[in-house]
């Protein structure tokens, strides 16, 4: 039996949107390519990501996220860039960490 969305935590309903935006930009073949990757960032990512414009560096982030090799971007492997996002994030978003003015 699946859970209403009333039912879901934030949290969950968190996860249940990246994996809808993933497989927004993959299709049913659930694994990105190089010009849906830098789709999905320019288009979904834009606030905590640079919006990618250089060749360059598309090839350098797929080639970092590419851990088998087969020149696309699989849901694991689209989860390591979501973590790293996140990881790098966190202190723009923690009240504890943020310097008061005083």
Known sequence: M??????????????INIIKVFHKYSG???KL???ELKELINNEMSHFIMKIHE?????????????NGDLEIDFKEFIGLIAMVTSACHDLFNPKLKKSII
């Open 28 to 30: 049913k073949k659930c």
């Open 2 to 15: 699946e859970a209403s969305n009333e039912d879901m935590s934030e949290l969950e309903g968190g996860m």
């Open 33 to 35: 390519k190089k010009t």
């Open 55 to 67: 060749n360059d560096v598309l090839d350098q982030l797929f080639m970092d996220l590419d851990q």
